[in-house]
């Protein structure tokens, strides 16, 4: 079984509209979690991470954490094309390592102009 | 920025031919990873290391070799490429080995014929 799941598979939204994506975890150790953006033909970048429930806002990107349900979520607001790209999740054990970290399958984000 | 470069970016390889994927980075990081992506897995962990000279298995090793020569260069080898190694690889490097930012290359495009 997947241990980190990500919905919807594929998005789209009206540019300047609000998207979120959402990413659960079925491993209850998992409680550290990271978004990565992945653009067509780069590698990933990460984006944000969060570690304690409650809300992380940088810029038009805000993750909510809630550690009961395991589940992490990031919305964009005010959404540019330039935001088109694959969002991964990916979560971890506090105190973990990068080599354990796992990633989930991704959300496919498509702003449309 | 953390600078992970890749050779090639994309490769067309023979069943049962030897393939090796270059990745130097220029981070000063201790840590390097190679990571493969297929349409519906996400990324997963092949290989990693954290000081040059040894080398980690990750969660999907088998098929593959790591090479770790130097502080700046990670290398993943396919002795005896198979079609079911048809994938995006990544390289990245992270500071420490404690979760914290993946710095990724731009990836290799293996497609094994």
């Known amino acids: 079984q997947q241990k980190v799941q990500q919905s919807p598979e594929s998005l789209s939204v009206p540019e300047g509209g609000m998207a979120s994506l959402n990413c659960t975890s079925s491993d209850r150790n998992f409680q550290y979690f990271w978004w990565y953006r992945q653009h067509s033909g780069e590698g990933p970048k990460a984006l944000m991470s969060i570690f304690s429930d409650g809300d992380k806002k940088e810029g038009r990107f805000t993750a909510h954490l809630n550690k009961a349900s395991l589940h992490v979520s990031l919305h964009i607001r005010d959404s540019q094309p330039s935001d088109s790209a694959l969002y991964f999740c990916?979560?971890?054990?506090?105190?973990?390592?990068?080599?354990?970290?796992?990633f989930g399958k991704g959300t496919k984000l498509s702003v449309k102009s | 920025e953390a600078a992970v470069t890749q050779s090639p970016r994309s490769k067309v390889a023979v069943t049962g031919g030897k393939v090796t994927l270059s990745c130097h980075q220029t981070n000063n990081h201790d840590y390097m990873y190679w990571y493969r992506q297929d349409t519906g897995h996400g990324l997963r962990l092949i290989h990693y290391?954290?000081?040059?000279?040894?080398?980690e298995k990750g969660d999907i090793p088998d098929g593959y070799k790591a090479s770790r020569p130097s502080q700046e260069n990670f290398s993943l080898i396919l002795e005896l490429a198979s079609l079911s190694q048809t994938a995006v690889y990544f390289c990245?490097?992270?500071?420490?080995?404690?979760?914290?930012?993946?710095?990724f290359g731009a990836g290799t495009r293996l497609s094994v014929l």
């Open positions: 990916a979560a971890s054990e506090p105190g973990g390592s990068n080599a354990k970290l796992t």
């Open positions: 990245a490097s992270s500071d420490t080995g404690a979760v914290n930012t993946l710095y």
């Open positions: 290391s954290y000081v040059a000279d040894s080398t």
